[in-house]
């Protein structure tokens, strides 16, 4: 890869970097001047976050041009004993780690985001389709605005640790720091109870799904 392409080589390369680098410095600039990062006691966080650095824009791009130039290739034989190898490697290799820790907490976070958006759009098409008397709207508004209200919270508080945790991707983009800094055990905390309400979400279905698979098999003898 090193051989094919060198990364921000070119004088053209260089010249957009640069470019790049005085737009990133002048935005930071009138983040820091509107005083938008300070926050205020109605909104305690900005959703505008502090301007990334161009060494991390230059990695990015690097990342995305080694995917883009890998190329499919014909699928080597397999070995059932070296599979069975790599599986009970793999098994032994414990998941959580102080390194995975960070990024899979950042992309729980990233993920809730996401989730309690659409769950907001939902309420608000739901409120919209049934409540059309004025009846209604008294007696259900209340309900309406606390659910919402929880939505929000809980969406402000996900935003808030997904942009702290953002700097266990910087820690593996830049091969350098140590992002397990960075993780309170209210994170832990969160997420666990997430993982566990999830997989005893999932044991029903699954114990299901295995009895219709025993049965199929009885039936095929």
């Known amino acids: 890869m090193g051989e094919t392409y060198t990364f921000s080589a070119s004088p053209k390369i260089q010249m957009l970097e640069r470019d790049l680098a005085t737009d990133l410095a002048e935005l930071k600039q009138e983040i820091e001047e509107n005083g ?5 006691p109605a909104r305690p966080f900005s959703s505008v ?3 990334k650095d161009i060494s991390h824009f ?7 041009l080694k995917k883009g130039l890998q190329v499919a290739e014909a699928k ?5 004993a070296d599979v ?4 009970l490697e793999s098994c032994l290799k414990p998941e959580y780690t102080s390194d995975s820790l960070p990024l899979l907490l ?3 976070f990233t993920d809730r985001i996401h989730q309690l958006v659409q769950c907001k759009y939902l309420h608000m098409l739901r409120w919209e389709r049934f409540c059309q008397h004025t009846k209604v709207m008294e007696q259900l508004y209340p309900l309406y605005k606390e659910q919402m209200s929880r939505v929000m919270k809980e969406h402000d508080d996900a935003v808030q640790r997904a942009q702290r945790l953002s700097v ?17 055990q209210d994170d832990i905390i969160i997420y666990l109870q997430w993982l566990v309400c999830h997989l005893h979400s999932v044991t029903p279905i699954h114990n299901f799904l295995r009895v219709r698979h025993q049965s199929n098999l009885h039936r095929s003898f």
Not at 36 to 40: A, P
Not at 84 to 87: A, G, I, K, L, Y
């Open 84 to 87: 069975m190898q790599r599986e």
């Open 49 to 51: 976050g502090i301007p």
């Open 76 to 80: 080597p034989l397999l070995i059932q």
């Open 168 to 184: 266990a991707r910087e820690c593996l983009l830049m091969e350098s720091g140590d992002p397990s800094k960075c993780v309170t």
């Open 58 to 64: 230059r990695k990015e791009r690097e990342l995305h």
């Open 36 to 40: 938008i990062l300070q926050g205020s």
């Open 106 to 108: 950042h992309q729980f």
